[in-house]
């Protein structure tokens, strides 16, 4: 008897949870509202049955439990009760699987007015390329890459001179215009994540995958790797700003081509010091406690810290510069940041060398005045 009433305890709460939880889907701001609808079915499907089995389960727990001289019939085959659980389970996961395989196609076979844009994926972050004016994506390869080609450009396809690169973890794309996002990965795997948008797709060194998806809310919407992919995995978020078309092309247009990147023109991207310096505080940890985007981890956020004063504990206040990094780093308690706890440890010079320090010290620098000069 208890455990019948504890069976329907289960089936009941659950139920109960389900329908009272505050753990929902985001809204959506995509147009696949069809993904929602095959988790939807999937959902229904697998709670009539959790249900229904539940409830069979209490019932006979009840009903065939123990007697005084009761026998059990022994009743092996049963072919009507079969043929009946056989149709019923086919019904069930056809219902699941079927418009997932209709989703599926649709996902894949982008409208022919799609543009296109370029996702690149490495530990830890994301970068974006835009075809730019002949509307041809340039071709690229990762024998390419060195500091000053971050996105492996081939440097004799003249299709690639007007492509526009977006080097920071923002991007921003028009709203109601179907873009097809095609991905790539310089390391290991990734996937491209933004819940809002219900799409996702892996990232696979040696291949391009893809998928089409149009933004039908403006807003900023997160980027998340969905694929652990080492020990920065956590860190290596992006946003996607879903803007109006006019807001769109002003931003595109502040962006650097690839032949503007070569020239030197709009020197936007990080400098090879600076990325250095970017590798040097990855490899040490120190996104485990500070972010680059404004959010508070456990120490204060780098975005903007360049130049900025800060409050310190002592009531004190200090314009960031390099000697003051030097020190944050070398002798973190020295000048305490007000509203911090001293965790963070001291890093001597064989944790961090002199020259690592200067790389990373190049890095916070670039990172705010690339910022500057992207916000117009
Ligand atoms: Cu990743």
């Given at each position: 008897?208890?455990?019948?009433?504890?069976?329907?305890?289960?089936?009941?709460?659950?139920?109960?949870?389900?329908?009272?939880?505050?753990?929902?889907?985001?809204?959506?701001?995509?147009?696949?509202?069809?993904?929602?609808?095959?988790?939807?079915?999937?959902?229904?499907?697998?709670?009539?049955?959790?249900?229904?089995?539940?409830?069979?389960?209490?019932?006979?727990?009840?009903?065939?439990?123990?007697?005084?001289?009761?026998?059990?019939?022994?009743?092996?085959?049963?072919?009507?009760?079969?043929?009946?659980?056989?149709?019923?389970?086919?019904?069930?996961?056809?219902?699941?699987?079927?418009?997932?395989?209709?989703?599926?196609?649709?996902?894949?076979?982008?409208?022919?007015?799609?543009?296109?844009?370029?996702?690149?994926?490495?530990?830890?972050?994301?970068?974006?390329?835009?075809?730019?004016?002949?509307?041809?994506?340039?071709?690229?390869?990762?024998?390419?890459?060195?500091?000053?080609?971050?996105?492996?450009?081939?440097?004799?396809?003249?299709?690639?001179?007007?492509?526009?690169?977006?080097?920071?973890?923002?991007?921003?794309?028009?709203?109601?215009?179907?873009?097809?996002?095609?991905?790539?990965?310089?390391?290991?795997?990734?996937?491209?994540?933004?819940?809002?948008?219900?799409?996702?797709?892996?990232?696979?060194?040696?291949?391009?995958?893809?998928?089409?998806?149009?933004?039908?809310?403006?807003?900023?919407?997160?980027?998340?790797?969905?694929?652990?992919?080492?020990?920065?995995?956590?860190?290596?978020?992006?946003?996607?700003?879903?803007?109006?078309?006019?807001?769109?092309?002003?931003?595109?247009?502040?962006?650097?081509?690839?032949?503007?990147?070569?020239?030197?023109?709009?020197?936007?991207a990080y400098s090879?010091l600076a990325r250095?310096g970017r590798?040097?505080?990855?490899?040490?940890?120190?996104?485990?406690?500070?972010?680059?985007?404004?959010?508070?981890?456990?120490?204060?956020?780098?975005?903007?810290?360049w130049?900025?004063?800060?409050?310190?504990?002592?009531?004190?206040?200090?314009?960031?510069?390099?000697?003051?990094?030097?020190?944050?780093?070398?002798?973190?308690?020295?000048?305490?940041?007000?509203?911090?706890?001293?965790?963070?440890?001291?890093?001597?010079?064989?944790?961090?060398?002199?020259?690592?320090?200067?790389?990373?010290?190049a890095f916070l620098r670039e990172d705010t005045e690339l910022?500057?000069?992207?916000?117009?």
């Amino acid at each position: 008897m208890a455990v019948a009433i504890f069976l329907l305890i289960l089936v009941v709460g659950s139920v109960i949870f389900t329908f009272v939880s505050p753990w929902w889907f985001t809204d959506i701001a995509s147009n696949w509202g069809g993904i929602d609808t095959t988790v939807l079915i999937t959902f229904w499907v697998c709670g009539v049955v959790f249900v229904a089995v539940g409830l069979f389960m209490a019932y006979s727990t009840w009903k065939f439990r123990h007697r005084e001289g009761a026998r059990a019939d022994y009743e092996p085959e049963n072919p009507r009760l079969e043929l009946g659980l056989t149709i019923v389970t086919a019904i069930g996961v056809v219902a699941m699987l079927a418009p997932g395989l209709l989703v599926w196609d649709d996902y894949v076979n982008p409208p022919a007015d799609a543009q296109e844009i370029e996702v690149l994926s490495q530990q830890w972050r994301w970068s974006f390329r835009f075809p730019g004016e002949d509307g041809v994506l340039g071709t690229v390869h990762v024998k390419n890459i060195r500091s000053d080609n971050p996105f492996g450009m081939n440097p004799n396809d003249p299709a690639g001179e007007d492509d526009v690169l977006v080097a920071g973890n923002r991007v921003q794309l028009p709203v109601n215009r179907p873009y097809k996002v095609l991905l790539r990965s310089n390391d290991v795997l990734h996937d491209f994540f933004v819940p809002e948008f219900r799409a996702k797709m892996d990232a696979v060194p040696g291949m391009i995958t893809y998928f089409w998806f149009e933004p039908t809310k403006e807003g900023d919407y997160e980027i998340l790797c969905a694929e652990l992919c080492g020990k920065g995995h956590y860190t290596m978020r992006g946003f996607v700003d879903i803007v109006g078309q006019e807001d769109f092309d002003a931003w595109l247009a502040a962006q650097p081509t690839w032949a503007q990147m070569k020239a030197g023109v709009t020197p936007k991207a990080y400098s090879a010091l600076a990325r250095r310096g970017r590798e040097v505080a990855e490899a040490n940890g120190c996104f485990a406690c500070h972010s680059l985007d404004g959010s508070q981890v456990v120490g204060p956020t780098w975005q903007g810290l360049w130049g900025a004063e800060t409050a310190l504990a002592d009531g004190s206040s200090i314009t960031v510069d390099e000697s003051y990094v030097l020190e944050s780093v070398r002798a973190p308690a020295a000048k305490l940041v007000e509203g911090f706890a001293p965790v963070m440890i001291a890093y001597d010079a064989e944790i961090i060398s002199d020259d690592d320090l200067a790389a990373l010290a190049a890095f916070l620098r670039e990172d705010t005045e690339l910022a500057e000069a992207s916000t117009p």
